[in-house]
T-cell receptor, first 114, second 115 residues
Framework: AQKITQTQPGMFVQEKEAVTLDCTYD???????LFWYKQPSSGEMIFLIY??????QNATEGRYSLNFQKARKSANLVISASQLGDSAMYFC???????????FGKGTMLLVSP | DSGVTQTPKHLITATGQRVTLRCSPR?????VYWYQQSLDQGLQFLIQ???????AKGNILERFSAQQFPDLHSELNLSSLELGDSALYFC??????????????FGPGTRLTVL
Protein backbone atom coordinates (compact mmCIF):
# COMPACT_ATOMS: atom_id res chain seq x y z
CA ALA A 1 0.00 0.00 0.00
CA GLN A 2 1.08 3.53 -0.66
CA LYS A 3 2.07 5.70 2.27
CA ILE A 4 3.22 9.30 2.58
CA THR A 5 4.93 10.58 5.72
CA GLN A 6 5.41 14.21 6.60
CA THR A 7 7.20 14.30 9.93
CA GLN A 8 7.16 18.05 10.52
CA PRO A 9 3.79 19.19 11.89
CA GLY A 10 4.99 22.81 11.80
CA MET A 11 7.87 24.87 10.50
CA PHE A 12 8.89 28.46 11.08
CA VAL A 13 10.99 30.51 8.71
CA GLN A 14 11.87 34.17 8.32
CA GLU A 15 10.98 36.09 5.23
CA LYS A 16 13.56 35.78 2.41
CA GLU A 17 15.06 32.60 3.85
CA ALA A 18 14.83 29.17 2.22
CA VAL A 19 12.94 26.32 3.86
CA THR A 20 12.75 22.58 3.24
CA LEU A 21 9.60 20.59 3.93
CA ASP A 22 10.18 16.87 4.30
CA CYS A 23 8.27 14.08 2.61
CA THR A 24 9.03 10.37 2.54
CA TYR A 25 6.99 7.81 0.69
CA ASP A 26 6.55 4.10 0.50
CA UNK A 27 5.57 2.16 -2.56
CA UNK A 28 6.57 -1.11 -4.14
CA UNK A 29 5.96 0.29 -7.60
CA UNK A 30 8.80 1.48 -9.83
CA UNK A 31 6.61 3.97 -11.64
CA UNK A 32 4.98 6.72 -9.59
CA UNK A 33 4.37 10.43 -9.39
CA LEU A 34 4.87 12.80 -6.48
CA PHE A 35 2.94 16.04 -6.00
CA TRP A 36 3.01 18.96 -3.62
CA TYR A 37 -0.03 21.08 -2.84
CA LYS A 38 -0.42 24.26 -0.80
CA GLN A 39 -3.50 24.96 1.31
CA PRO A 40 -3.72 28.55 2.60
CA SER A 41 -6.06 29.48 5.41
CA SER A 42 -8.78 30.22 2.85
CA GLY A 43 -8.98 26.47 2.28
CA GLU A 44 -8.36 25.86 -1.40
CA MET A 45 -5.78 23.28 -2.52
CA ILE A 46 -3.24 24.70 -4.93
CA PHE A 47 -1.00 22.46 -7.04
CA LEU A 48 2.67 23.46 -6.77
CA ILE A 49 4.99 20.93 -8.36
CA TYR A 50 5.24 17.42 -9.79
CA UNK A 51 8.09 14.87 -9.89
CA UNK A 52 7.97 11.60 -11.80
CA UNK A 53 9.90 8.60 -10.56
CA UNK A 54 11.77 8.34 -13.86
CA UNK A 55 12.58 12.03 -14.13
CA UNK A 56 16.33 12.46 -14.11
CA GLN A 57 16.25 16.10 -13.05
CA ASN A 58 14.73 17.52 -9.91
CA ALA A 59 11.55 19.42 -10.70
CA THR A 60 11.50 23.20 -10.36
CA GLU A 61 8.66 25.72 -10.62
CA GLY A 62 9.68 29.28 -9.85
CA ARG A 63 10.66 29.47 -6.17
CA TYR A 64 9.66 25.84 -5.62
CA SER A 65 11.98 22.94 -6.22
CA LEU A 66 11.83 19.30 -5.32
CA ASN A 67 14.82 17.53 -3.79
CA PHE A 68 14.11 14.03 -5.07
CA GLN A 69 16.21 11.21 -3.61
CA LYS A 70 14.83 8.02 -5.07
CA ALA A 71 16.99 5.58 -3.11
CA ARG A 72 15.93 7.21 0.14
CA LYS A 73 12.32 7.50 -1.04
CA SER A 74 12.20 11.15 -0.20
CA ALA A 75 10.73 14.09 -2.11
CA ASN A 76 11.39 17.23 -0.09
CA LEU A 77 9.95 20.56 -1.16
CA VAL A 78 12.34 23.50 -1.09
CA ILE A 79 10.91 27.00 -1.07
CA SER A 80 13.51 29.66 -1.76
CA ALA A 81 13.23 33.28 -0.65
CA SER A 82 10.15 32.72 1.54
CA GLN A 83 7.38 35.28 1.40
CA LEU A 84 4.62 36.07 3.91
CA GLY A 85 2.12 34.63 1.45
CA ASP A 86 3.83 31.25 1.69
CA SER A 87 2.31 30.75 5.14
CA ALA A 88 0.01 27.75 4.62
CA MET A 89 -0.35 23.99 5.01
CA TYR A 90 1.71 21.99 2.56
CA PHE A 91 0.75 18.48 1.50
CA CYS A 92 2.86 15.87 -0.21
CA UNK A 93 0.94 13.31 -2.29
CA UNK A 94 1.70 10.30 -4.43
CA UNK A 95 0.15 8.32 -7.20
CA UNK A 96 1.64 5.03 -8.37
CA UNK A 97 0.85 3.20 -11.56
CA UNK A 98 -1.73 0.97 -9.90
CA UNK A 99 -3.94 3.85 -8.83
CA UNK A 100 -5.40 6.91 -10.47
CA UNK A 101 -6.02 8.63 -7.15
CA UNK A 102 -3.71 10.47 -4.79
CA UNK A 103 -2.57 9.44 -1.34
CA PHE A 104 -1.81 12.45 0.84
CA GLY A 105 0.42 12.97 3.83
CA LYS A 106 -0.85 14.71 6.94
CA GLY A 107 0.72 18.01 5.95
CA THR A 108 3.17 20.54 7.35
CA MET A 109 2.08 23.97 8.54
CA LEU A 110 4.56 26.63 7.42
CA LEU A 111 4.61 30.03 9.09
CA VAL A 112 6.69 32.80 7.55
CA SER A 113 7.54 35.68 9.84
CA PRO A 114 8.60 39.20 8.82
CA ASP B 1 -8.28 29.90 -9.96
CA SER B 2 -8.02 26.20 -10.81
CA GLY B 3 -10.99 26.20 -13.18
CA VAL B 4 -12.86 23.69 -11.00
CA THR B 5 -16.05 25.08 -9.47
CA GLN B 6 -17.93 23.79 -6.47
CA THR B 7 -21.24 24.83 -4.99
CA PRO B 8 -22.27 25.67 -2.40
CA LYS B 9 -19.25 27.09 -0.61
CA HIS B 10 -20.80 26.55 2.81
CA LEU B 11 -23.59 24.28 3.95
CA ILE B 12 -25.08 24.04 7.41
CA THR B 13 -27.60 21.34 8.09
CA ALA B 14 -28.93 19.07 10.83
CA THR B 15 -28.28 15.45 11.66
CA GLY B 16 -30.34 13.02 9.65
CA GLN B 17 -30.66 15.33 6.67
CA ARG B 18 -29.51 14.83 3.09
CA VAL B 19 -27.42 17.26 1.05
CA THR B 20 -26.03 17.44 -2.48
CA LEU B 21 -22.67 18.95 -3.35
CA ARG B 22 -22.00 19.95 -6.92
CA CYS B 23 -18.80 20.13 -8.93
CA SER B 24 -17.94 21.29 -12.44
CA PRO B 25 -14.54 20.11 -13.70
CA ARG B 26 -12.05 22.11 -15.72
CA UNK B 27 -12.86 22.37 -19.38
CA UNK B 28 -11.68 19.22 -21.14
CA UNK B 29 -11.11 17.16 -17.99
CA UNK B 30 -12.90 13.83 -17.97
CA UNK B 31 -12.03 12.64 -14.47
CA VAL B 32 -13.64 13.93 -11.31
CA TYR B 33 -12.50 12.99 -7.82
CA TRP B 34 -14.13 13.63 -4.46
CA TYR B 35 -12.11 14.02 -1.27
CA GLN B 36 -13.07 14.63 2.33
CA GLN B 37 -10.82 16.65 4.61
CA SER B 38 -11.40 16.48 8.36
CA LEU B 39 -9.17 17.28 11.30
CA ASP B 40 -8.91 13.71 12.51
CA GLN B 41 -8.78 11.84 9.18
CA GLY B 42 -6.87 14.29 7.03
CA LEU B 43 -7.47 14.20 3.27
CA GLN B 44 -9.30 11.04 2.29
CA PHE B 45 -10.17 9.97 -1.23
CA LEU B 46 -13.84 9.09 -1.59
CA ILE B 47 -14.60 8.25 -5.21
CA GLN B 48 -13.53 8.88 -8.81
CA UNK B 49 -15.59 9.13 -11.97
CA UNK B 50 -14.24 9.08 -15.48
CA UNK B 51 -16.45 10.17 -18.33
CA UNK B 52 -19.60 9.18 -16.48
CA UNK B 53 -18.40 5.87 -15.14
CA UNK B 54 -17.22 5.06 -11.63
CA UNK B 55 -13.49 4.28 -11.83
CA ALA B 56 -12.22 4.02 -8.28
CA LYS B 57 -13.69 3.91 -4.82
CA GLY B 58 -11.99 4.86 -1.60
CA ASN B 59 -13.23 5.32 1.92
CA ILE B 60 -16.74 6.29 0.95
CA LEU B 61 -19.55 5.46 3.35
CA GLU B 62 -22.65 3.65 2.12
CA ARG B 63 -24.68 6.73 3.10
CA PHE B 64 -22.72 8.67 0.46
CA SER B 65 -23.13 8.34 -3.28
CA ALA B 66 -21.96 10.21 -6.33
CA GLN B 67 -22.55 10.43 -10.03
CA GLN B 68 -21.13 12.16 -13.07
CA PHE B 69 -23.53 13.49 -15.66
CA PRO B 70 -23.16 13.61 -19.47
CA ASP B 71 -22.01 17.24 -19.27
CA LEU B 72 -19.27 15.92 -16.92
CA HIS B 73 -20.39 17.79 -13.83
CA SER B 74 -20.59 15.64 -10.74
CA GLU B 75 -22.69 15.53 -7.61
CA LEU B 76 -21.90 14.02 -4.24
CA ASN B 77 -24.95 13.05 -2.21
CA LEU B 78 -24.61 12.69 1.55
CA SER B 79 -27.57 11.25 3.43
CA SER B 80 -28.53 10.46 7.04
CA LEU B 81 -25.94 12.99 8.06
CA GLU B 82 -24.07 12.61 11.32
CA LEU B 83 -22.01 15.09 13.31
CA GLY B 84 -18.86 13.32 12.16
CA ASP B 85 -19.63 14.11 8.53
CA SER B 86 -18.76 17.74 9.16
CA ALA B 87 -15.76 18.37 6.94
CA LEU B 88 -14.40 20.17 3.92
CA TYR B 89 -15.37 18.30 0.75
CA PHE B 90 -13.20 18.81 -2.29
CA CYS B 91 -13.78 18.01 -5.88
CA UNK B 92 -10.77 17.69 -8.17
CA UNK B 93 -10.50 17.09 -11.88
CA UNK B 94 -7.83 15.83 -14.23
CA UNK B 95 -7.31 14.23 -17.58
CA UNK B 96 -7.99 10.51 -17.93
CA UNK B 97 -6.09 9.77 -14.72
CA UNK B 98 -4.32 6.88 -16.41
CA UNK B 99 -1.09 8.79 -16.79
CA UNK B 100 1.10 9.46 -13.79
CA UNK B 101 1.61 13.06 -14.82
CA UNK B 102 -2.13 13.78 -14.78
CA UNK B 103 -2.33 16.54 -12.21
CA UNK B 104 -5.47 16.85 -10.14
CA UNK B 105 -6.72 20.41 -9.86
CA PHE B 106 -8.90 21.10 -6.87
CA GLY B 107 -11.99 23.20 -6.50
CA PRO B 108 -12.41 25.64 -3.60
CA GLY B 109 -14.27 23.06 -1.52
CA THR B 110 -17.63 22.90 0.22
CA ARG B 111 -17.52 23.27 3.98
CA LEU B 112 -20.25 21.11 5.48
CA THR B 113 -21.32 21.66 9.06
CA VAL B 114 -23.76 19.18 10.59
CA LEU B 115 -25.45 20.41 13.77
Amino acid sequence: AQKITQTQPGMFVQEKEAVTLDCTYDTSDQSYGLFWYKQPSSGEMIFLIYQGSYDEQNATEGRYSLNFQKARKSANLVISASQLGDSAMYFCAMRDSGYSTLTFGKGTMLLVSP
Amino acid sequence: DSGVTQTPKHLITATGQRVTLRCSPRSGDLSVYWYQQSLDQGLQFLIQYYNGEERAKGNILERFSAQQFPDLHSELNLSSLELGDSALYFCASSGPGAVLTDTQYFGPGTRLTVL
